[in-house]
């Protein structure tokens, strides 16, 4: 999969929060963007998942451009911002209500992401009872779950402890072997650092590329 994005803008009213962004993203590398909270790396991450139109520039998906054909992206799946699930269902029951929408997976593949990504034991509680942590590991595990091309993950470690915030990268290692496309954004460059085969720096909607990256061993 090759994800290339063409001189692409992006204005709300009078104010341009992405300016003329260019960059080639392909399967089996991870991508970060790094930024402080406003600089346009979530706008860009919308744009790639068609939930936003570029003002100008276009989004190509192998060649073809989905927004102009409005479709969602091939194979992806994403967490931008914050995960939001139904509070009075457990963990694993908004799995299972997502997985039901394209019936792709059954209970095993969703209890075997549960136990990788850490909730086993929290998979039957409510989610308005979930930490902040717990939350973040669901909205991980539905990115994860239906074995998608594609995926991105907006401030993947926020809220996650030091051990879990490892688990995660490991996770993220062993799919980029299995030739996956992933993009992390993030506030925090040390977080990409250990991970990313390339990073974007994002000031102001202005996107730099930053220099190579040291992969974790």
Known sequence: MKIEIKNVSKKFKDIEVLKNVSMTLESGHIYGFVGHNGSGKTVLLKLIC???EPTTGEILFDGENIIKNKKYPPSTRALIERPS???ELSGK???ELLADIQKKIGEQEIEETI???GLEEEKDKRYYKYSLGMKQKLGIAQVLMEDPEILILDEPFNGLDEESAKNIRNILL???KKNKLIILATHIKEDMEVLCDE????NDGVVTKEEESV???
């Open 93 to 95: 029951e908004n799995l």
């Open 174 to 176: 062993e799919e980029k």
């Open 199 to 202: 990073m974007y720096k994002f």
């Open 115 to 117: 136990k990788k990504v």
């Open 85 to 87: 699930f139904i509070s």
């Open 50 to 52: 068609a939930f936003l």
């Open 215 to 217: 992969e974790l061993l």
